[in-house]
């Protein structure tokens, strides 16, 4: 991202150090690129307004980037929030978010920058009740996988359940059918095939990668659609002193990914102590064959 090409950061939920346990706010701001924050803050307390404000002019310009620059990293404290305690066993009702009233409507958010349209995040792209249903209807009907993989010396359970489907496939569900329309419109690419993931709770994770594009059209994007619980991204140049960037991915949400910036990033779902309820994620690609 160039030095004035600001990233907007959407309606999330805050915690910071800093803070009385009372003290959380609901704030809209905008990130530069250097994790610096600035300009119009809107905030809703709940509790002890004054108290919050004062914390606010102090902290400056680090109330999203709590990160340093020497690391050159910014830390997002991104707390999510849900009806149900999280100790319930059941996948659905864990899954069920809190329903706020959002302060502002949610906007993109250009993430990194590139010819080819670079990695933006799309809130709301997937209206919530049609998001949710697709959620509950995929848990339930798809056969998930758990696969195996060599670490070191041992090998060892994948942090997460499987499953991939072709457009064209006889067996697809109805709801991936509905998405692959959706997310073609959307996007505005020629979707072939569509990778899912199932975070189980905060303890499944994907590292920090780029996607293969040995089987890729060149020039064509991949567009992650996230179902069920919010989860955040790592977002990380594979090379130079670009700073790591972390975005919330909610519910029907789209992170659209150009081909070029598989080269030059990384990307990744790290582990989560705050998070109970199950994701999935629908990763639609344009394959060449």
């Excluded at 995040?121 to 009907?141: M, N």
């Excluded at 359940?161 to 505005?188: H, I, M, N, Q, S």
Aim: with cysteine; net charge positive.
């Amino acid at each position: 991202m160039g030095e004035s090409d600001p990233t907007k950061v959407g309606r999330v939920t805050l915690r910071n150090a800093g803070m009385g346990r009372n003290s959380i706010g609901r704030v809209r701001a905008v990130a530069s690129r250097t994790g610096l924050f600035y300009g119009l803050f809107s905030v809703i307390c709940r509790a002890q307004p004054p108290l919050f404000y004062d914390w606010l002019k102090r902290s400056g310009s680090s109330v999203l980037g709590a990160g340093s620059k020497r690391s050159g990293q910014s830390k997002y404290c991104i707390k999510t929030q849900y009806n149900d305690p999280p100790d319930l066993p059941d996948l659905l009702r864990l899954s069920t978010m809190s329903v706020q009233q959002a302060l502002f409507a949610p906007e993109p958010a250009s993430l990194v920058h590139d010819r080819e349209g670079g990695i933006r995040y799309l809130p709301e792209s997937i209206p919530a009740e049609k998001a949710q249903l697709w959620f509950e209807a995929t848990l339930r009907d798809t056969g998930w996988l758990s696969q195996q993989r060599m670490m070191y010396d041992r090998e060892v359970a994948v942090p997460r359940l499987l499953a991939t489907f072709a457009r064209e496939a006889t067996d697809l569900p109805a709801p991936l059918g509905a998405a692959f329309e959706a997310v073609r419109a959307l996007v505005g690419a020629p979707f072939n095939r569509v990778g899912l993931n199932l975070y189980r709770d905060g303890s499944d994770s994907v590292a920090l990668h780029s996607d293969k594009t040995e089987r890729l059209l060149p020039a064509q994007p991949i567009a992650i659609v996230s179902l069920g619980a919010s989860r955040r991204m790592s977002i990380r140049p594979k090379s130079g002193a670009g700073r790591i960037v972390h975005v919330e991915l909610e519910p029907g949400s789209c992170l659209v990914m150009s081909y070029a910036s598989q080269f030059t990033h990384e990307h990744g779902i790290p582990k989560s102590s705050e998070v109970s309820g199950p994701r999935i994620s629908l990763a639609f690609r344009c394959f060449s064959d």
